[in-house]
């Protein structure tokens, strides 16, 4: 039975993308559940946050402190407190508890972020870099921020990377996608 040339085209057209699609398909990391599950949770702190911490009524104490590459805050009086991987209620506490013991009856401690560390931008954008993150931003605004897509960018996800418990994970995400200080965006080429 001879085939027509239509159908050979047809077969041969399917025998040489279906490899390719596959190969797409391979490359599609969705994003593991914890990446947003770490949205809902309690901001931690790491390498590169600014804090304010007031000390009420200690004047000298209040200050603006950063958590330096080894993940501590350098407190007088105190010292070295631990800052990676913990919330600011926990900090809070941690003072308070070390003043309390040899030097403030009663401490009243506040902590609140001053300036979040950054996150970066690569691939298909204008001008990839790292960049000052602000609460509420998500992938679309941190595309603006670095200058929007490229010309030859897919325009509809990205790659996002995140650290989570010293785990660092990767997922394909949309541009709707909340971001975090200290994720690292890559913005793809789009196939064609």
Known sequence: MMMNRR??????????????????????????????????????????????????????????????????????????????????KQIEKSIATALAADYIRDPDVSVEVERYRPFFIMGEVGAAGQYTYVPGMTVQNAVAVAGGFSARAHQKTVDLTRQINGKVITGRVPITDPIMPGDTIFARERLF
Do not use: W
């Open 7 to 88: 159908a050979f085209v047809s077969l041969f057209g399917i025998a040489v993308s279906a490899p390719l699609l596959a190969s797409c398909a391979k490359s599609y990391t969705p994003p593991p559940p914890a990446m947003h599950k770490v949205l809902q949770q309690p901001y931690r702190l790491d390498s590169g946050d600014r804090m304010r911490i007031t000390v009420f009524e200690q004047t000298d104490l209040t200050n603006s402190y950063s958590v330096d590459k080894a993940g501590y805050i350098a407190f007088p009086l105190v010292g070295a407190v631990p800052a990676r991987g913990r919330t600011v």
